[in-house]
C-alpha cells in the first residue's frame, strides 16, 4: 500500500497558476503508474492527467494548461497555469495499476487537496 499526501492547492484569480505536490511513502516501488484526479460538487471524479514511464496522458480540457511531471524523490507534480473558474475542484493523487484516465485504475488514493478559482 502507498500513502499519498497532496498539498499546493488554494484560491486563486482566473488566469493565475497553481503547483501541486503529492508525497508518495510506503510500498513505492511500483509508483509507476500516477495520476491527478479531481472532483467538482455535484459531479464525478475525473482524470486530469496520468504519468507512466515516458508517456503522460491530459483530460482535454487541461491540454495546454496543465503539465504532470515527477521527480527522483517520489513526488509527482501538478503545475497548473491559465486557471478557469470551471477548474475548481478538490485534487487527488492516485497510485494506478494501469496507466490512463480512469478512476477504476486506481490502486490508492490521497485525501486531496483543494483548489479554487475565481472569476
Known amino acids: 500500500q502507498v500513502q499519498l499526501v497532496e498539498s499546493g492547492g488554494g484560491s486563486v484569480q482566473a488566469g493565475g497558476s497553481l503547483r501541486l505536490s503529492c508525497a508518495a511513502s510506503?510500498?513505492?516501488?511500483?509508483?509507476?503508474?500516477m495520476a491527478w484526479f479531481r472532483q467538482a460538487p455535484g459531479k464525478e471524479r475525473e482524470g486530469v492527467a496520468a504519468?507512466?514511464?515516458?508517456?503522460t496522458s491530459y483530460l482535454d480540457s487541461v491540454k495546454g494548461r496543465f503539465t504532470i511531471s515527477r521527480d527522483d524523490a517520489n513526488t509527482i507534480y501538478l503545475q497548473m497555469n491559465s486557471l478557469k473558474p470551471e477548474d475548481t475542484a478538490r485534487y487527488y493523487c492516485?497510485?494506478?495499476?494501469?496507466?490512463?484516465?480512469?478512476?477504476?485504475?486506481?490502486?490508492?488514493w490521497g485525501k486531496g487537496t483543494q483548489v479554487t478559482v475565481s472569476s
Open positions: 510506503g510500498d513505492t516501488t511500483s509508483n509507476y503508474r
Open positions: 504519468i507512466s514511464t515516458g508517456r
Open positions: 492516485a497510485a494506478q495499476r494501469t496507466f490512463g484516465l480512469d478512476s477504476a485504475s486506481v490502486r490508492d
